[in-house]
């Protein structure tokens, strides 16, 4: 992947200092990339592929024809694993989630967009604006994400859900430079 991450770059005619400026992932790390000496993760190529404004499959290379399967590697971010379902960067993200089972204090965020969340089995709690609730397997949520939420483990057990979120949605969930908090909410 790491000669066609440069033909892509170099094709643009963009530096490395420059596409490290666009997307926020560091000179050393966009080299490596290229290089082969470090392996490309979907919270990596994300912004790359918003930078060059081309389809993640482009980067990747796009799965044989006819075969409709999506082949992204799980990523584990702050004790979560999330497997993603969808491709297309800049459209609906599916993502589908395992939370461990582990006592956390809510931690509300709010950022642009709109999610929805299925569990598929366990219990996870839901805490939206002043509401907090537990979903059970087979319940659902849905709601804009600029009212503060947060979801996560009742300590019971592991959780499995689908998250799907809308465009500008992705922003919080996956990304190659991480915020100071201020900014994030």
Do not use: C
Request: charge should be positive; glycine fraction near 10%.
């Amino acid at each position: 992947m790491g000669p066609r991450l440069r033909r892509i770059r170099k094709e643009r005619g963009a530096t490395l200092a420059g596409l490290s400026e666009a997307t926020g992932i560091s000179v050393s790390t966009l080299s490596r990339l290229e290089s082969g000496l470090r392996k490309p993760s979907l919270e990596l190529l994300l912004p790359i592929a918003r930078a060059h404004r081309v389809a993640l499959d482009e980067l990747v290379g796009a799965p044989p024809v006819g075969d409709p399967r999506v082949r992204a590697e799980p990523m584990v971010r702050h004790g979560r694993t999330y497997w993603p379902l969808t491709s297309r960067p800049g459209g609906l993200q599916a993502y589908k989630v395992l939370e461990p089972k582990r006592t956390t204090e809510p931690d509300p965020r709010t950022h642009e967009g709109y999610e929805w969340l299925y569990v598929l089995s366990g219990r996870l709690r839901v805490v939206l604006g002043e509401h907090d609730v537990v979903l059970e397997a087979g319940e659902a949520a849905e709601f804009d994400t600029r009212v503060p939420h947060w979801f996560g483990s009742t300590g019971e057990g592991p959780a499995e859900f689908l998250s799907l979120f809308g465009p500008q949605g992705e922003r919080m969930h996956v990304r190659a430079r991480p915020k100071a908090r201020s900014e994030e909410v």
